[in-house]
């Protein structure tokens, strides 16, 4: 359990810095250079990411049960991951709708994803990852949005093929991973 927290706090306290230390990131960023900033932020997130996914394998060799979810919750988390991958591939597909509307769609997205998680697992160290991802990235999107309005931000309006071809790339995606992949790498079926 401790390497799955030092890991969350590594990987999301270092995608945190720009939201809630501005002053702070840029100091680094003049002290070290822009090039050695990001080799320093690829670095500690890595490493987090490393210790996350040690730390959430090792919290399945003696899972502590919060609640047993029913069955239905899968459904529903499959549900909302679905929105959360169109969100997601509108975060790189340039000119959308959604990005414009949205702002930060990757965050909008890693909420989803993160709450479809907390429904339908019921361990402690599920909570802890899943749930430790929905606060950031709630507090990450409201920080975003708020910062976006203090600059000035304007966005340049989508177009809707661009968002057509968020949804269909998205459709795809998730698809591809709740079928196939999910089993793959995680052990769980979202549908079986």
Sequence with gaps: MILLILGLWLFLGMHSVRMLAPQMRERYVYRFGPSNWRLIYAGVSVVGLVLIVLGYS??????????????????LAALLTLPA?????????????????????????T?????????????????LLFGSFLVWAAMGFSASRRLD????????????????????????????????????????????
């Design 58 to 75: 090792d919290t399945h060799m003696n899972p502590v049960h919060l609640w047993s979810p029913p069955l239905w919750t899968r459904h």
């Design 85 to 109: 991958f169109v969100l997601l591939a509108a975060t790189y597909v340039p000119g959308t709708c959604m990005r414009a509307r949205i702002g930060h769609p990757m965050l909008a997205a």
């Design 111 to 127: 909420k989803l994803w993160a709450l479809a998680h907390v429904i339908a697992n019921g361990t402690l160290g599920d909570v």
């Design 149 to 192: 309005r203090a600059e000035g931000v304007t966005r340049v309006p989508g177009h809707w093929t661009r968002d057509l071809i968020a949804v269909v790339v998205g459709l795809v995606m998730w698809f591809l991973f709740a079928r196939h992949l999910h089993v793959v790498l995680f052990g769980v079926r979202p549908f079986g």
